[in-house]
């Protein structure tokens, strides 16, 4: 038992010493860039209602969540994702704005799930919405801000690719995919399980158009040109007008001069069911899982009372500070400098908080030591030892 109290659960560790300070700066930087972009920094609860994240909202699944009651026998939950929280908030306190509203934020988010054997169950999301505009000048802002964010991180290598959940449930409506069914289908087009995709198109007894363009979809990847090609896929109205959106995306992104960070995906969907447009996730060299993701989701903030439309993005911070790591693009604000300690005696305690105080005044950290036989006998490696009499 001794020896368990030193250690963390599994999927939670501490982080501490250059690790800490980078993740600090990191988390200052990009917020201070979100804050620069028009976006006001908030904060909520690290457990809510579990009605805030249930199946209705399309988010995690129950039983992927950390769950647990209060006294008055109320269900809560660690939250396993930060936009139903941020939707919620923006349902309450900024209900009556007409203009949009733009939020940011920093927090903890938890999965308990037996899928994230080896990973971590904890992870810190830094994110922005846009709520109240639902046009593609919008959705380019949020992935101009993703962009911007990969930049000011010191990454300068890196794709953002977008799909369209729109173009995808215009045509499982189509062919009248819907509930588990619907749910499966995400899972194996975005895992390019191509049996698997034909195995429940003959469950299903799909029409052979549907079955081909479905069986087609984890291949419609590539640059700006493809989409054309997408596009005579289908005579769907909607699907037809999703494809239209990216291409008038794009044309937004050369104004931002960010078109060569883009590609296209249009096997990128997600299991969270709240996304009804656009949906990108930022990659990057050495490393499988996404930096940043977002989306638009029109209709996870009407659930609370406040319909309107959204787009977010979320910066996955550990994975960002691994990316770096790999990359070789860590800045030198991380490392720890040498730390003053001001050795004194009680004699010449005022003369050491004054030097204290003005080492503190230039940037440069700083304690006393009541004891200097010890400052010079014993002094810590990141330490450089200053004597006051």
């Given at each position: 038992?001794?020896?368990?109290?030193?250690?963390?659960?599994?999927?939670?560790?501490?982080?501490?010493?250059?690790?800490?300070?980078?993740?600090?700066?990191?988390?200052?930087?990009?917020?201070?860039?979100?804050?620069l972009?028009?976006?006001?920094?908030?904060?909520?609860?690290?457990?809510?209602?579990?009605e805030?994240?249930?199946?209705?909202r399309?988010?995690?699944?129950?039983k992927?969540?950390?769950?647990?009651?209060?006294?008055?026998?109320?269900?809560?939950?660690?939250?396993?994702?930060?936009?139903?929280?941020?939707?919620?908030?923006?349902?309450?306190?900024?209900?009556?704005?007409?203009?949009?509203?733009r939020?940011a934020?920093?927090?903890?988010?938890f999965?308990?799930?037996?899928?994230?054997?080896?990973?971590?169950?904890?992870?810190?999301?830094?994110?922005?919405?846009?709520?109240?505009?639902?046009?593609?000048?919008?959705?380019?802002?949020?992935?101009?801000?993703?962009?911007?964010?990969?930049?000011?991180?010191?990454?300068?290598?890196?794709?953002?690719?977008?799909?369209?959940t729109?173009?995808?449930?215009?045509?499982?409506e189509?062919?009248?995919?819907?509930?588990?069914?619907?749910?499966?289908?995400?899972?194996?087009?975005t895992?390019?399980?191509?049996?698997?995709?034909?195995?429940l198109?003959?469950?299903?007894?799909?029409?052979?158009?549907?079955?081909?363009?479905?069986?087609?979809?984890?291949?419609?990847?590539?640059?700006?040109?493809?989409?054309e090609?997408?596009?005579?896929?289908?005579?769907?109205?909607?699907a037809?007008?999703?494809?239209?959106?990216?291409?008038?995306?794009?044309?937004?992104?050369?104004?931002?001069?960010?078109?060569?960070?883009?590609?296209?995906?249009?096997?990128?969907?997600?299991?969270?069911r709240?996304?009804t447009?656009?949906?990108f996730?930022?990659?990057?060299?050495?490393?499988?899982?996404?930096?940043?993701?977002?989306?638009r989701?029109?209709?996870?903030?009407?659930?609370?009372?406040n319909?309107?439309?959204?787009?977010?993005?979320?910066?996955y911070?550990?994975?960002?500070?691994?990316?770096?790591?790999?990359?070789?693009?860590?800045?030198?604000?991380?490392?720890?400098?040498?730390?003053a300690?001001?050795?004194?005696?009680e004699?010449?305690?005022?003369?050491?908080?004054?030097?204290?105080?003005?080492?503190?005044?230039?940037?440069?950290?700083?304690?006393?030591?009541?004891?200097?036989?010890?400052?010079?006998?014993?002094p810590?490696?990141?330490?450089?030892?200053?004597?006051?009499?």
């Amino acid at each position: 038992m001794k020896d368990r109290l030193l250690h963390t659960p599994e999927g939670v560790r501490d982080i501490y010493g250059s690790e800490c300070m980078l993740k600090q700066g990191l988390e200052a930087r990009l917020s201070g860039l979100m804050r620069l972009s028009g976006y006001d920094m908030i904060e909520t609860p690290v457990f809510e209602y579990f009605e805030v994240f249930g199946e209705k909202r399309g988010t995690a699944r129950p039983k992927d969540m950390y769950r647990f009651f209060d006294r008055e026998g109320n269900t809560l939950v660690l939250r396993p994702d930060m936009t139903p929280s941020v939707a919620r908030c923006a349902a309450r306190y900024y209900k009556d704005r007409k203009d949009p509203v733009r939020i940011a934020y920093c927090g903890s988010t938890f999965i308990n799930s037996s899928e994230y054997q080896g990973k971590p169950r904890q992870s810190t999301q830094l994110g922005a919405e846009l709520i109240g505009d639902a046009s593609a000048f919008a959705d380019a802002e949020m992935i101009a801000l993703t962009v911007e964010c990969l930049l000011e991180s010191g990454l300068t290598q890196f794709q953002v690719e977008i799909g369209e959940t729109a173009f995808f449930a215009a045509i499982a409506e189509e062919a009248g995919i819907e509930g588990e069914e619907y749910d499966e289908l995400v899972r194996l087009i975005t895992d390019k399980n191509i049996f698997g995709i034909e195995d429940l198109l003959k469950r299903e007894g799909l029409d052979e158009k549907y079955g081909k363009l479905f069986l087609t979809l984890p291949s419609l990847f590539g640059s700006f040109e493809r989409l054309e090609d997408f596009k005579k896929l289908t005579d769907n109205k909607t699907a037809t007008e999703a494809i239209e959106r990216l291409e008038k995306i794009y044309e937004i992104m050369k104004i931002y001069g960010y078109d060569d960070y883009i590609g296209f995906d249009l096997g990128k969907l997600s299991s969270y069911r709240y996304y009804t447009g656009i949906i990108f996730n930022a990659y990057t060299y050495g490393l499988g899982e996404a930096l940043i993701a977002g989306g638009r989701y029109d209709k996870l903030a009407g659930q609370f009372g406040n319909d309107r439309p959204a787009v977010g993005m979320a910066v996955y911070v550990e994975r960002m500070m691994e990316a770096l790591v790999r990359n070789g693009c860590v800045r030198g604000e991380h490392e720890k400098t040498k730390t003053a300690v001001v050795a004194a005696d009680e004699a010449s305690y005022a003369k050491a908080l004054k030097k204290v105080r003005e080492l503190r005044m230039n940037g440069k950290a700083a304690f006393i030591r009541v004891d200097e036989k010890r400052a010079t006998d014993d002094p810590a490696e990141d330490t450089d030892v200053i004597f006051v009499k």
